[in-house]
């Protein structure tokens, strides 16, 4: 089997170029096992009905997770704050998705480039524009106008 692929996982593990599709994919395992919260900072100790020990539990689910998704490109970015799966989260997202005007830039040029092939269907090329405008989306800071 493919180093890039998890058959547990049934996507691709996240490499350099691949972090808006995967981060919906990983979102949605997360989710499926119920643990996303931990890892949007939705339950925390503070969370009513969340004892420590479920916390526990719930945390190295996510990280191990989210570990086992990762190329080991993106490994060492993460590797010292296995135990915290926000944190993780967090910096992975911060490596990939930065808000630069050089990544807007690039965003914007991509979604202008876009051409229909012969062989391709409608729904397929908009779906593509949809990626890229959220790309472009991504690429922006919330305080952009």
Known sequence: MSTSHT???????LSETNWNSWSADMKAKLM???VYGVV?????????GVDAFALYIMQEQAAGIIWS???????????????????????????????????????YESMLNITKSDDETLLALCSRIKDSLS?????TPDTFT
Do not use: C, Y
């Not at 058959?7 to 593990?13: I, T």
């Open 7 to 13: 058959a547990d996982l049934g996507f691709k593990k």
């Open 69 to 107: 998704g990762l190329e080991d490109s993106n490994k060492s970015l993460v590797k010292e704050h296995m135990e915290h799966p926000k944190l993780m989260w967090d910096m992975l997202k911060a490596h990939h998705q930065q808000q630069l005007p050089t990544t807007r830039f690039l965003a």
């Open 32 to 34: 499926e096992k119920k």
């Open 40 to 48: 949007s900072g939705k339950v925390t100790a503070a969370t009513p």
């Open 135 to 139: 790309a472009i989306m991504d690429a």
